[in-house]
């Protein structure tokens, strides 16, 4: 007789990121369907840009720049472009998203065969920290979706321009030593792992909680004079203390998975040059706000929620403060302070 007692490594293996956002959503409507299968489309995306990570350097076309600017101002690298093209192609004939907005392209990409049904648009990051690639470090991919609101038949897409509450779903793709996808449906935080020998993603931590605080302060000091002075006046304060920690990769999904796990606090803030900062908040930071409020933490501008802020354009930017709920409560009272003092 067989025993249909299953066993532990058995059961790890079959909780996959598929069957995970069937039980997430508790039914089988067709919205439920429409969702798992958004996530499956992004998970495959994942898939393909990690395997052409992982052959860096032994096949073509995946060091180095294109010689192009994108709509940024900034240089183009080659994964870019291929990690973009992987996220369309993955969502043509899907029937689920009508458009994608990406950091790598001036206007949405329509799809128009999807639009009569797909009621969704993809918001991507392609890859996030690109400048990581060339020296084998790790670099990631954020997404969200939103329900698209109203026909779009003049194709500006202003239905985007709404805060972060309007996504019902975000996430990120790290490619690290192992490949991990994190992502929320607005219940919870939830991490898988690749594993290769399966071409799956198995559950690694299921409603992860981010640490109240942490010892890891993460930002680029060598901005140190161009910042604001609640910035330079909260480095000051760190520097002065014992136990805090410096860790900054150059990407922001692993800089902010590290915070997510240990906690901690990143921050991207606005320069004399740049006020609004470097983020993207539709497709860099609003979807890690949304993360780390499930998670239990806190994202800012330094002066207001940032899951509240309205982007005036697609590409908009803000200053990103995100982490554990106190350290994030510091890094505030620094602005608060400045605030008082010029009363
Ligand atoms: P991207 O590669 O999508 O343009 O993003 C790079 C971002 C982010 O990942 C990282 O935290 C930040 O830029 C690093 O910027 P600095 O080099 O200015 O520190
Ligand atoms: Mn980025
Ligand atoms: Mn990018």
Redesign the pocket.
Known sequence: MVNPTQSPSLDRDCTTLSRHVLQQLHSFSAEAQDLSALMNRVALAGKIISRRLSRAGIVEGVLGFTGETNV?G?SV?KM?VYANDVFISVFQQSGLVCRLAS?EMDKPYYIPENCPIGRYTLLM?P??????IDTNLN??S?FAIRQQEGDDVDQSASDLLQNGHKQIAAGYILYGASTMLVYSLGNGVHSFTLDPSLGEFILAEENMKIPEQGSVYS??E??FWQWEEPIRNYVRYVHRQEGYSAR??????G?FHRILQQGGV?L?PGTVNKPEG???LLY?SVPLAFLVEQAGGQASTGRQRLMDVVPDKLHARSPLIIGSPKDVALVESFYQESSIASE
């Open positions: 940024q900034e690298k870019d950091e990051d890859i996030d920290g690109s400048s990581n670099v990631g954020i930002l680029n060598g901005n900054y990769g150059g990407a922001l999904v800089d990143f991207y470097k983020l993207r860099e």
